[in-house]
């Protein structure tokens, strides 16, 4: 028999300890052939002077073991500290975060009771990039990034997840009727690749109706993929009416390394109390069991915590008005039913499950590389004096021979030429300046020379976006009112 396979385990803050020790016991008492190697992260980390949450022992291990199972962690408030949950992701490359959403119908109570849906979430672009600045004191933004060898990975993902599962869907929600380039990409990208999957059925939804469609009709999807922020908040609220996001596991998966988890917080509130439910990390720790290839020990769980379920044990956050365990009792009583089956609820069989890994699926389209030509410049300023008519007028005279100034907006409204006196402004303005001989004929040196004459008149830029054209077409967003 092959020998234990090493795990990174962090217990993490709040209830994290009480949820571990009750999934570990199980694990250990199922007969997982794992050697467990126990990290610190999280609170006292970051309270220790790392901004980041985790040390340097903590990555070699995860960086050795390359399978992570994870409890959660307490950020602190206050800025300066990053989200360890998105650090771990973008450095380990775990672009694909999958959450199972069940209901179990009538032990766990649901207005849903024939739920079955997996969000597939892009987990490491998107406004999760964490880009963010102040940038006068009226304006802060965030950069939204969406790219094509990282969306291509997430949606052919999804479309392998659903043929290894035999699933029968895959649907793609994004805002692409706003977001045109980036929300438009994504979309670009899942109707390209969902063409190589004639087996699944595909379809597209706007966000926001598509999130209405599926609280109310969650029946109706199967495999669902979203970019980042979107896939957050529709799987918790995905796995709430399913029954309650105490139960949702949570498998974040790479081309080299994966890591497991609850997909709730570290509720610190509850922690010490014996009271915290371990579903959603034992759920998480049945998905790392059947991804490092123990199939046997990952039905034997499975099966044994519908089993407990029907038997009428819950923890509080459950038991609604019946009565409840607590998580030590919860624990034991799923080993108490190692080896029975559910007598209502389906059973699960991992063990016919060589099947049940999903194919790499790092590679991505090689593309003819494009003709990108600098069409002209975006300069933003910070301006708090002149309206939007003298400010118009006084950048017309500073566009020199190079450029002609083509509107001026401000938070994405043209205001001018042409703008309203209705319009609400606020002290950062965007500028837009093209090449006055036609398409792709500005120049880094004609930008810094307009820079200068800006300067030179008094006024602040802050920030700047090149506009280009890729094959002759324009590659910026155009204004409202533009």
């Known amino acids: 028999m092959p020998g234990k396979v090493p795990i990174t385990v962090a217990k993490g803050d709040g209830i994290g300890p009480e949820i571990m020790d009750a999934t570990l016991h199980i694990l250990m008492e199922a007969g997982a052939e794992i050697e467990p190697e126990f990290i610190e992260i999280g609170e006292k980390v970051y309270l220790a002077g790392n901004t980041s949450g985790i040390g340097e022992e903590a990555w070699e291990s995860l960086r050795r073991t390359k399978v992570f199972l994870k409890g959660p962690i307490t950020t602190p408030q206050g800025g300066g500290y990053k989200s360890l949950n998105v650090t771990t992701r973008k450095v380990l490359g775990l672009y694909a975060n999958v959450r199972p959403c069940v209901s179990y119908h009538p032990f766990i109570p649901t207005k849903h009771p024939n739920m079955n849906v997996v969000i597939i979430r892009e987990n490491?672009?998107?406004?999760?990039?964490?880009?963010?600045?102040?940038?006068?004191?009226?304006?802060?933004?965030?950069?939204?990034?969406?790219?094509?060898?990282?969306?291509?990975?997430?949606?052919?993902?999804?479309?392998?997840?659903?043929?290894?599962?035999?699933?029968?869907?895959?649907?793609?929600?994004?805002?692409?009727?706003?977001?045109k380039m980036t929300d438009g990409l994504f979309h670009k990208i899942f109707d390209e690749i969902g063409a190589e999957y004639p087996d699944i059925e595909k379809e597209h939804w706007i966000i926001d109706i598509g999130m209405a469609k599926l609280a109310d009709t969650p029946e109706q999807f199967d495999v669902v993929v979203m970019p980042n922020l979107y896939g957050d908040i529709a799987s918790d609220l995905a796995a709430q009416i399913a029954g309650s996001v105490g139960l949702a596991g949570s498998a974040n998966i790479g081309d080299h390394c994966a890591m497991f988890e609850a997909i709730h917080g570290s509720a610190p509130r509850r922690a010490g109390q014996n009271v915290a439910n371990p579903s959603g990390l034992l759920h998480g720790a049945i998905m790392m069991l059947v991804h490092i290839g123990q199939y046997e020990v990952a039905t034997r769980i499975h099966n044994a915590w519908l089993r407990t379920i029907e038997d009428g044990i819950y923890t509080y956050d459950i038991a609604k008005d019946r009565p409840w365990v607590g998580t030590k009792e919860f624990a034991q009583a799923v080993v108490e039913r190692l080896g029975q089956l559910p007598q209502t609820l389906p059973p699960v069989d991992y063990t016919k499950g060589k099947d049940r890994k999903v194919a790499p699926v790092a590679r991505v389209s090689v593309r003819p590389e494009p003709k990108r030509e600098l069409d002209g410049v975006d300069v933003f300023l910070y301006n708090k004096t002149l309206s939007a008519e003298e400010l118009g007028k006084k950048l017309e005279a500073l566009a020199g021979p190079e450029f002609k100034l083509v509107m001026i907006s401000n938070r994405g409204v043209k205001v001018y030429p042409g703008g309203y006196p209705e319009t609400f402004t606020v002290d950062h303005w965007r500028c837009r300046f093209e090449g006055i001989k036609g398409p792709g004929t500005a120049s880094h040196q004609d930008i810094r020379a307009l820079l200068g004459r800006i300067e030179g008149a008094g006024l602040e830029w802050i920030k700047l976006e090149n506009l280009y054209l890729f094959d002759g077409q324009r590659a910026y967003s155009l204004d409202q009112g533009q």
């Open 124 to 179: 490491e672009e998107d406004t999760y990039a964490g880009i963010e600045y102040q940038q006068t004191p009226d304006m802060t933004s965030a950069l939204k990034l969406i790219s094509r060898p990282g969306t291509e990975k997430i949606i052919r993902y999804a479309f392998e997840y659903a043929r290894t599962y035999n699933r029968r869907k895959v649907t793609c929600m994004t805002k692409d009727n706003i977001m």
